[in-house]
């Protein structure tokens, strides 16, 4: 049971928040919210009527699905807050009608071959960890059904190329055993999300992932050498190479289509190597301005830290790292080649130049990085107590940056009212921060209604991010568009970009079986 | 006349090499390659006869257009060997019917508008830079005629946001003009590939350009921040956004789709501080494996020197940098915030660790930039002798480099012997340099026959690109595919990507007008 992933919640069965933390939380919910805390059961199987399937893989292929109970409600859902509510609410509506579990490449095709001729939905799953609505199986009545394809048999750092400092990873390996593998080779992937654990190498080059480097090359994106995936019309494998200006990259179709194209098998990873050497000091500010104007200088100074993430006085307080009198700054420097006192020292100047306050320690950091890590588990404790909360993650020019943060708190913070007739939380960091802007990530807490909390949710995400896009942001930096964000994407994509796309998926997936709804219309 | 640009050759009438730089020239020539130096007059408009234009614009857009003769010469073709070859050969035989020069948004659209319907294909061009055939107007029976369509008008750096360090400049501004309009801001684009004084900024973004840098953000594509794209089916204009992970990027369909899927008019560029801190140092090397060891060794470093040029013995002699005794490693670093010694210091260590000899001064690289800005304009000079001299760039992984270098390099130095009977040069340098692999970049020179130098010259470049292609590089790294290149890109690009490719342009170009015979098929 160990090993076993939660079909309602995240990490593994048995896993969750301990004592202590939940005790902290509960305070949390009480005091701010005056959410009476209790501790809650999740759903069992056993109270879980899934709707028969409504198709049959053919005999040949039967050893590659599975119609398991279990098997299905985990593929149901991600990780997202609409859908944890729904899952503690035994709302398995959309369950797959079956899980596909490909051991190789032949078998994935096959899976697609099968469903285009039955007109089967196929939607990739990597581990489940979407907050976007992007694996679940809501794909309409045009299909006769719908499959989740999970990629957990892909699961091997199949080749290491120690010269370049590359590796051939297979799509559904996750973050720890691609460490594992790569550690007693002195490399390492550095790419990681608060997903880490439980998501996957294809799940992240598929959603453009953000990673773990707070500044330069921090996007999968950019790490990726070489591509390799099963698309209905057959294989599409780039070539490994460093660098090229041969036409549009074939790799920057491929990242960031969400399963709408292909199911990702494989990629070439451009790796770090271990690092020896780390510097590093944190920071306090009034406000979130006063310190994301030293966050800009540092952006743009070429120092390059590994890691420069904001924290504003909410987010600070409410996860008890102090007590919302300072906005924190965190700096670090790591390298595997030179020891980064220099680097440190100017980004320490700059820092203290823009106002920032040195910390004699780095207690903040630690108690951040703590309570970041274990995030994930709070929402099956808080989804049944009525709690309301979601993340959502952008980026901006700098020169927009202090309207558009005014525009977007407040929005959120209005609609908090306006859908539960009292005050939430709203607060704010950056987790990446480029040398044109930054990437600032929204935190909200609102204490719902039972019985109306997934309207409540839609009301507040909306004007959230209504507000988003008209204040000139991204609908996303690094969680996906999923089915969640469609509406925003479409305002943001560029129509033109939207039909080139479509034609190009249609040439990929001419029966249009993959992922229905994401990305494509 | 001082600024008209040679309708067949590199620069504006009357500039080229000084008597100093053409006696060099002429030795090598002489002493190298047995050809007798001599200066031939460059071809003349009056000893070119253009075939009539066979398209006539509608009355209304006349205004739009012209057959100037010397206008359809300098849009016939770009600065490759074989068309200077064929310029000077007074061959202009596939000038382009009219030359349209639209001085906004609306002329562009009402030139391609009007082109669509009149089956009229459409050649973007921007200053005529291309090495690879991207522009020269081949584009078979099928259509009623061909129009260039110059960007010269598009010239402004139209917004600078200096506290995002981004301006938006419009496509047709060259290089100077762009730096010219930023340092009064204190700031720079940082992009200078050698075509620099004589390119624009859309070509570069059309044809994934290569800078300044020699590590770390290097390729045009790094620094843009959103484009806006002319295409046949409107207008297709991206948001402004430091990163974002919102679907697969439209821009990076854009950027290298070298005029095939519309006109870039213009763009969002992330810009750098002006440098006021610099260092650096010259290094020799017995050869090139050996300095490339330690090339490797600074890209995986995590240092990212702005320059960190190999030139080796070959290459070094010719240009008159040496005496073919030494590989040459320039290493140079530069800030606008910190002074770089601690980065330079650790550098140099590594580099000779890895065995390179520190120069006393800096004279090798001085004397190498000097040559290599002046290199273009040494073409016309050489065609009329029969000097078969051409580059060719591309990228590998560092474990393939040295078998793919002895690979390329052999398949030349063999294929100028079968070609011509005679020994030529091979040389090589590395232009750009990753932490997974080197961009190197081959340059040869032939002593060709007259009368039988296009075919020649035909025969050493299919050699060296299937070489090129079976030893794992790419077709190119920032010359951009063109006409020259597509049979290797074949090869290189996943057929699948081509047919989504394909399907993407049908539907920005639905009429198939742009630039045909480019990327697609």
Request: aromatic residues 10%.
């Amino acid at each position: 049971m160990g090993d076993r992933l939660k079909f309602y919640g995240w990490g593994t069965e048995g896993s969750g928040l301990d004592e202590a933390e939940r005790e902290r939380l509960f305070r949390f919910l009480a005091d701010r919210l005056g959410i009476d805390p209790r501790l809650v059961s999740p759903p069992r199987l056993t109270d879980i009527s899934l709707r028969p399937s409504r198709v049959t893989a053919p005999g040949a292929m039967a050893h590659l699905f599975t119609a398991d109970p279990y098997e299905r409600c985990l593929h149901t859902y991600g990780k997202s807050y609409p859908e944890t509510l729904r899952a503690f609410g035994c709302d398995f509506a959309n369950a797959p009608d079956l899980v596909a579990l490909p051991a190789n490449e032949a078998d994935a095709s096959a899976v697609m071959e099968w469903a285009g001729g039955a007109n089967v939905a196929v939607i990739p799953f990597g581990c489940g960890s979407s907050v976007v609505g992007g694996v679940e199986p809501v794909v309409g009545d045009y299909y006769a059904g719908a499959v989740s394809l999970d990629l957990r048999r892909f699961d091997r750092v199949v080749e290491i190329d120690r010269t370049s400092r590359a590796a051939r990873i297979q799509a559904g390996t996750r973050g720890p055993a691609i460490e594992a593998a790569l550690k007693p080779h002195g490399l390492s992937i550095r790419h990681y999300p608060q997903s880490f654990e439980f998501s996957t190498l294809g799940g992240w080059i598929a959603t453009r992932s953000g990673g773990h480097f707070a500044t330069l090359y921090t996007h999968i994106d950019d790490f990726v050498e070489s591509t390799r995936t099963v698309t209905p019309a057959g294989i599409l494998e780039t070539r490994r190479l460093p660098g090229s200006g041969a036409g549009p990259s074939p790799d920057r179709l491929i990242i960031g289509s969400e399963g709408s194209l292909g199911v990702i098998v494989e990629a070439w990873m451009r790796l770090q190597d271990t690092p020896r050497f780390r510097g590093g000091a944190v920071f306090g500010f009034p406000d979130l301005f006063a310190a994301s104007k030293a966050v800009r200088a540092v952006g743009q100074s070429g120092l390059y830290p590994s890691n420069l993430r904001l924290i504003d006085n909410q987010e600070a307080g409410i996860y008890g790292v102090n007590d919302f009198e300072e906005t924190i700054l965190i700096l670090a420097f790591e390298s595997a080649d030179h020891p980064v006192d220099v680097w440190a020292k100017r980004a320490i100047e700059l820092i203290e130049d823009n106002g920032g306050r040195l910390h004699a320690d780095d207690r903040a950091a630690k108690a951040w990085r703590t309570v970041f890590i274990r995030m994930p588990y709070a929402r099956e404790v808080t989804v049944p107590l009525g709690l309301i909360n979601d993340t959502f993650e952008t980026s901006v020019t700098w020169d927009k940056f202090e309207a558009f943060h005014t525009a977007v708190s407040t929005a959120t913070a209005e609609a908090i009212k306006e859908a539960t007739g009292a005050e939430g939380t709203v607060s704010t960091r950056f987790t990446h921060v480029y040398p044109d802007g930054p990437a600032p990530y929204y935190t909200f807490n609102a204490r719902g209604t039972p019985g109306r909390l997934l309207e409540q949710w839609r009301h507040i995400k909306t004007r959230a991010s209504d507000a988003l896009i008209a204040a000139g942001g991204t609908i996303t930096h690094h969680h996906a568009v999923g089915r969640d964000h469609m509406p925003w994407y479409r305002q943001q994509r560029p129509e033109l970009f939207g039909r080139a796309f479509d034609a190009a998926k249609s040439a990929l997936d001419p029966a249009r079986i993959l992922n229905p709804g994401v990305l494509a219309d």
